[in-house]
């Protein structure tokens, strides 16, 4: 439940004249509680209590004192300060007094009332070691002094209970927020073991298929035959694209199941070996291409591998009906919190209004016919990343080509190569 307001005060004096002096400047005059009461009748409202309309209570030893907070407590209404005399033979005197009521509430807000002191005010502050919460004040009594110190002690109570209790608020939220958490790393991890079961279990089928249909196709002879050698290759073709797919879901599964290795990976070579794959798998094709030497960062070596196959394949794939392609690898240069790659092709590109489309799984902005996939590239590579705990994210204009921008950990600048220059490789 939320705090209220707190005015509820306890003197602690051995002496009767002082409690006297205390009511005098704490409690509200009566004509002024008979103005508060008349005020609300009237209005209907409550109204801001009076000018030192404190609740004071007595106590004229320590012993008494304790016992009243403690009830205080018990009963729900506990004080917000206390005013503690320093001498109050024959029992404890104030320092005891002080520690034995927080030990019942540690969060009364205590003033020290005194003359002088059998202690020194250096040892009674290291005994009862809370500054934050305990004042001295030294009589004779100023009535403006006690009066300022009682309204910004109860305000300052107040306070300490509404942070308290918004803490405990925003624990319990965080709580909820890991039970949450859990229960999606639950479902997410079911949800990927039957992601990775189905795929597996769909190889056997497809390949028996694609088998037979093989076999039929190559059997069928005749002019009657070519319609159903036709319709087998549809057929072949249909089950190529499903095992692709498959491999696809696969590899998605396998990805989030692995444990990282984290250690020091030459991107530059990396994406080097992966270019000399794409042009020996397409010798054909005459490709300008620029890799920045250098790029270092820290890493899972086979995932960050994976991540630039499925980038630079999809600019490789998508630059093949520019008349001069180009692709580029390096680092954005300038004050970025960390270090920013990028992929860049001069090919089909993309409509900036469908960017947030690219790294779902299956979803594609071209047409099958016109570039071949399954659409599972980029979710792949946005799930590499996500594993590095980076960012991935494209710009692109239709007919304009495309840039694949991704952050990973840095390498420290003692990793080898990180000085070496920039170098242009033209692949054809």
Not at 130 to 159: C, G, H, N, Y
Not at 252 to 275: C, F, G, W, Y
Request: hydrophobic fraction near 45%; proline fraction near 3%; glycine fraction near 8%.
């Amino acid at each position: 439940m939320k705090p209220q307001q707190n005015r509820r005060i306890l003197l602690i004096d051995d002496m009767l004249t002082i409690h006297e002096d205390f009511r005098k400047i704490l409690l509200a005059k009566p004509e002024a509680r008979d103005l508060d009461v008349a005020e609300e009748t009237l209005f209907g409202k409550s109204t801001a209590p009076a000018q030192g309309s404190f609740e004071l209570d007595s106590a004229y030893q320590g012993r008494d004192g304790v016992a009243m907070v403690e009830a205080a407590l018990q009963a729900g209404r506990p004080y917000a300060m206390a005013f503690v005399d320093m001498r109050m033979p024959p029992g404890w005197d104030g320092v005891e007094t002080i520690e034995r009521l927080w030990r019942v509430d540690p969060q009364v807000q205590i003033v020290i009332c005194t003359a002088y002191s059998d202690h020194s005010w250096e040892d009674v502050l290291a005994r009862l070691d809370a500054q934050d919460r305990l004042l001295i004040v030294k009589k004779p009594f100023d009535m403006i002094e006690i009066s300022q110190l009682a309204r910004t002690l109860t305000a300052k109570w107040a306070l300490t209970q509404q942070a308290a209790w918004q803490l405990s608020g925003l624990e319990d939220v965080v709580r909820e927020l890991k039970v949450t958490e859990a229960a999606l790393r639950h479902s997410n991890q079911a949800l990927e073991s039957f992601s990775y079961s189905v795929a597996h279990d769909l190889r056997s089928p497809l390949k028996t298929i694609d088998g037979f249909s093989h076999l039929l196709q190559r059997s069928s002879s005749g002019e009657t035959a070519e319609r159903t050698k036709h319709y087998l290759t549809r057929i072949r073709a249909g089950v190529k694209q499903m095992g692709e797919l498959t491999e696809g879901l696969l590899g998605l599964a396998q990805m989030s199941r692995a444990e990282l290795k984290i250690d020091a990976v030459d991107l530059s070579a990396l994406a080097r070996q992966v270019l000399r794959d794409c042009q020996e798998r397409d010798p054909a094709r005459t490709v300008k291409v620029q890799v920045q030497s250098g790029l270092q960062a820290m890493g899972d070596c086979a995932l960050l591998r994976q991540l630039l196959e499925n980038l630079l394949a999809n600019a490789w794939k998508f630059s093949a009906k520019s008349t001069a392609a180009e692709i580029t690898v390096g680092q954005l240069a300038g004050n970025f919190a960390g270090a920013v790659y990028f992929v860049r092709d001069n090919g089909a590109g993309f409509d900036m209004a469908y960017a947030d489309k690219l790294f779902g799984a299956f979803q594609r902005l071209h047409l099958a016919d016109d570039f071949a996939g399954t659409g599972i590239g980029l979710a792949t590579a946005h799930r590499v990343i996500a594993r590095h705990a980076g960012r991935i994210w494209a710009e692109g204009a239709v007919g304009e080509g495309a840039t694949f921008f991704f952050t990973v950990p840095e390498a420290s600048p003692e990793q080898p190569g990180a000085d070496r220059p920039s170098v242009e490789v033209a692949a054809s």
